[in-house]
Structures are given as C-alpha cells and as structure tokens.
C-alpha cells in the first residue's frame, strides 16, 4: 500500500477474544476499499500495546475478555491516543455496557449482529467525528437517566465549566441531550442549521468532550437535563437511524 492510498483508508484494529470472530470481521473489513486492518489482539492488554503500536484510526472492540476487560481498555486508549476511535461490539445489548462504554470515550456501541452495511457505516460515521449506537442500544441509554444520576466524586471539572457556557450553547446543549438532530434544533430555535454545527462544536471543545454522544451523558449527569416522560417525539429523532450527529 503506498503513502497516498494510507492516507485515504481507514485504519482498524480488531479487539476480539474469540479468533473465529476477529478472522470474520477482519475478511469483512478488507472487502472495503478504504478500509485496512492493521492488527487484531486477543484481549484488552493486547488491544492496548497494538493501539499504542499501530495508532489505528478506529478500534472495534468487544466488552467481555479476559484480563483487562473492554471498556476499560477503551478508556486507556482514548486518554492516550485521543485521534483513535473506538467503537465497542458486543452480544449483550445491555444498558451498563453502554453507558460505561461512552463515559469511557466510546465513540459508537454496536450489537455484534449488526449487518455488513451498519458496520461499515459506524466505521466511516465515526472515523468522520459522529457518534453511532445502536438504536435499541440508544433508547435503553436514554431511559438510564429516569434513574437517580451516579454520585460523581473524582474532581473533573468538567461539571463546573457548565457555568462557562453561553445562555445559547445551554440551549443547544439541552436539545442535543434530548436527542434533537442538527436540523431539528435549528427549527426549534429559529436559526441556520450551520450556526448549530457551530454552537455544538463550541460546547465539545469548552467541555473537553470528544463527541456528541458524551455531551448526553454529561448534559444528564451534570442536572442540565433531567428525564421527562413525554421525551417520546425526540427519542424518536435520535433512534430513527442510531447515528448522532457531530
């Protein structure tokens, strides 16, 4: 592979404990065009020492291996490769994994069932900056916060800088965590939908946050946004095709 096509191709490591699984998804992967699997590792420590090796721009990462585990290899990897992604794999669409996996830096949460066609979208949407879950995934997320909020106690400042915010990034921020679209909060505010690309990426950057996906989180956790019962019309909005935008 020569310089100029490296820099147009994907590049995935695969974190997978079974070898069946890793073998299946990387003959998937190569398929593509611009998509290039540069190493596959067994468990969460290898996932790490090859992350740190090869500098994937997307991990695909399963929840359950031994030793260090996924989600936690996933925090690892995104505090130290901040320009890696990880999208977390798993058979078990359950709602700690997925709320553990984004508070950790996920930037996507797929059930291993996804199709062809939803894996290699998830890839590209957050090799591009998006943010994907699966949309059963993103409705269980959703209703996680009608529970009271973890206790929070490990000095991140991150749920004070609220404060910095404008009265309008406030705005925004609140119908980003309501699951509103781009387009969707530019009609509601009466405003072009690039000025809300605008206001969101402002928000990301104060808030020291990756993506969209973990601004939800902490518009919850943080009181900004609390659970209503008649969040139906925006759940909607957020679950039509699992992808939340950046």
């Not at 969460?44 to 936690?72: C, F, N, W």
């Not at 996920?106 to 890839?123: P, Q, T």
């Amino acid at each position: 592979m020569t310089r100029s096509e490296e820099t147009n191709t994907i590049r995935v490591l695969i974190a997978d404990d079974q070898p069946l699984q890793r073998a299946g998804q990387a003959l998937i992967l190569e398929s593509a065009d611009d998509i290039h699997v540069v190493a596959e590792a067994g468990n969460g420590e290898q996932a790490i020492s090859l992350a740190r090796t090869h500098r994937p721009d997307v991990v695909l990462m399963d929840v359950r291996m031994p030793g260090i585990g996924g989600i936690e290899a996933t925090g690892i990897i995104t505090r130290d490769l901040p320009g890696t992604r990880v999208i977390v794999l798993t058979t078990f669409d359950l709602d700690e994994y997925a709320y553990e996996a984004i508070r950790a830096g996920a930037s996507g949460f797929l059930l291993k069932d996804a199709s062809l066609e939803e894996l290699m979208a998830a890839i590209h949407h957050v090799h591009a900056g998006d943010a994907v879950m699966a949309p059963s995934t993103t409705r269980r997320l959703i209703e996680h916060f009608a529970l009271p909020p973890p206790v929070v106690d490990d000095g991140d400042d991150r749920f004070r800088v609220l404060e910095d915010l404008t009265a309008r990034e406030r705005e925004v921020l609140a119908r980003v965590a309501r699951g509103l679209s781009n387009e969707a909060i530019a009609r509601d505010l009466c405003v072009a939908e690039g000025t809300v690309r605008v206001h969101v990426s402002r928000i990301l950057s104060k808030l020291g946050l990756r993506d969209r996906a973990q601004a939800v989180v902490l518009a919850y956790e943080s009181g900004l946004v609390t659970p209503r019962k008649d969040a139906g019309r925006a759940d909607r909005d957020l679950l039509r095709d699992g992808r939340v935008e950046p």
